[in-house]
T-cell receptor, first 113, second 110 residues
Framework: DTEVTQTPKHLVMGMTNKKSLKCEQHMGHRAMYWYKQKAKKPPELMFVYSYEKLSINESVPSRFSPECPNSSLLNLHLHALQPEDSALYLC????????????FGPGTRLTVL | GQSLEQPSEVTAVEGAIVQINCTYQTSGFYGLSWYQQHDGGAPTFLSYNALDGLEETGRFSSFLSRSDSYGYLLLQELQMKDSASYFCAVVGNQGGKLIFGQGTELSVKP
């Protein structure tokens, strides 16, 4: 299995809702990532997990809360989001955190009303 | 600061060869990656150069010169399906952090 899966594909939520994005990989990768991408812009790193521990938090607002329950799973919990948080949220994984080859999931298209 | 420069748009015809350049200025450097992203899709890894020189993978090649802080992606025998955005990305000294360029939108015309 050489893919990263993400659910849901699309999500519409109000500013008072709580929702979660899920990501899964079965490639035995030890590093997993969350990115945010706006239209016509590059992916913007949010969080890095290495060996199930949070190693990088790019000063992301606390309304985004990552969780790594095990080496194959990565969640992103969302609470009290703003309309400007609407974007494509991408999960990625790599063999180790220092590698240049990251495998991206198809993303979750999030709309905050 | 950390920055990567690449052209915003490139247009070429089917069957042609196109080169997308990337210059970088980063506080640490382990290697240069290239990713392709079609509209509505996810980034897909194309290549990674950690050492100077040319890496070839089918129709795509990537080059790195560490002394010049410069690299390029070369696409040969262009096909319509190559129309996409191409991002260069530096692997810096913060483990796991890829620093992306702004992307080059490649349009392949018939």
């Amino acid at each position: 299995d050489t893919e990263v899966t993400q659910t849901p594909k699309h999500l519409v939520m109000g500013m008072t809702n709580k929702k979660s994005l899920k990501c899964e990989q079965h490639m035995g990768h030890r590093a997993m990532y969350w990115y945010k991408q706006k239209a016509k812009k590059p992916p913007e790193l949010m969080f890095v997990y290495s060996y199930e521990k949070l190693s990088i938090n790019e000063s992301v607002p606390s309304r985004f809360s990552p969780e790594c329950p095990n080496s194959s799973l990565l969640n992103l919990h969302l609470h009290a989001l703003q309309p400007e948080d609407s974007a494509l949220y991408l999960c990625a994984s790599s063999q180790e955190a220092a590698g240049g080859q990251q495998f991206f999931g198809p993303g979750t298209r999030l709309t905050v009303l | 600061g950390q920055s990567l420069e690449q052209p915003s748009e490139v247009t070429a015809v089917e069957g042609a060869i196109v080169q997308i350049n990337c210059t970088y200025q980063t506080s640490g450097f382990y290697g240069l990656s290239w990713y392709q992203q079609h509209d509505g899709g996810a980034p897909t890894f194309l290549s990674y150069n950690a050492l100077d020189g040319l890496e070839e993978t089918g129709r795509f090649s990537s080059f790195l010169s560490r002394s010049d802080s410069y690299g390029y992606l070369l696409l040969q025998e262009l096909q319509m399906k190559d129309s996409a955005s191409y991002f260069c990305a530096v692997v810096g000294n913060q483990g796991g952090k890829l620093i992306f360029g702004q992307g080059t939108e490649l349009s392949v015309k018939p």
